[in-house]
């Protein structure tokens, strides 16, 4: 079974660019998640989808950042413009069924997005 | 809200020593409990979990109770390796407006010198 994937692997940017990251989750996972993971720190989510719907982006910068899940398949995680303070590792993860807590999150490598 | 505290790293042990790391949590409901570990230049990938009260999980010789008495998921290993290293994460799932909500903690760095 793939795993999760995610492109690019790593970001350059100057800040006020802007960038998108991709992310393909476990085929037939309703939920997905993006997480943003500072250094030393855990990952703190961005936005969680259930099959396309959005059903918690309370920690979304929404000025800045903005995430779509076409067709309940892949994602896309955008920032316009970014800020320094953007800098951190982006993770995607996936999980099955819908709305059991014990669910086990799968995760991909990440994107390591430097902002200078 | 839920909240998941560890122990602060990095923790630097020799190879076949004992391994604590302590995890303690505060939740409104009845969640799950998990432990995540996160090699070098890898993802995070689960390593552990217990659902209910007084459960344990076990993996790689790893183990965790929930300690449902403590709000605690401490993390124990009795004699580590060098390939143990790595950064490990204690979370917690629970129901959020009718969806699974995950929380982690920080984490902790775990260095096993040979």
């Known amino acids: 079974e793939a795993g999760v994937a995610q492109s690019p692997r790593y970001k350059i940017i100057e800040k006020r660019q802007s960038v998108a990251f991709w992310c393909n989750p476990i085929s037939g996972h309703a939920t997905l998640y993006w997480y943003q993971q500072i250094l030393g720190q855990g990952p703190k989510l961005l936005i969680q989808?259930?099959?396309?719907?959005?059903?918690?982006d309370s920690q979304l910068p929404k000025d800045r950042f903005s995430a779509e899940r076409l067709k309940g398949v892949d994602s896309t995680l955008k920032i316009q413009p970014a800020k320094l303070e953007d800098s951190a590792v982006y993770l995607c993860?996936?999980?099955?069924?819908?709305?059991?807590?014990?669910?086990?999150?799968?995760f991909g490598p990440g994107t390591r997005l430097t902002v200078l | 809200g839920d909240s998941v505290t560890q122990m602060e790293g990095p923790v630097t042990l020799s190879e076949e020593a004992f391994l604590t790391i302590n995890c303690t949590y505060t939740?409104?409901?009845?969640?799950?409990l998990f432990w995540y570990v996160q090699y070098p230049g890898e993802g995070l990938q689960l390593l552990l979990k217990a659902t209910k009260a007084d459960d344990k999980g076990s993996n790689k010789g790893f183990e965790a109770t929930y300690r449902k008495e403590t709000t605690s998921f401490h993390l124990e290993k009795g004699s580590v390796q060098v390939s143990d290293s790595a950064v490990y994460f204690c979370?917690?799932?629970?129901?959020?407006?009718?969806?699974?909500?995950?929380?982690f903690g920080t984490g902790t760095k775990l260095q096993v010198i040979p």
């Open positions: 993860a996936s999980s099955t069924r819908k709305g059991l807590v014990s669910n086990e999150q799968f």
């Open positions: 989808f259930q099959n396309n719907g959005v059903v918690d």
């Open positions: 939740a409104t409901g009845y969640p799950s």
């Open positions: 979370a917690l799932s629970d129901y959020s407006g009718g969806y699974q909500k995950v929380t």
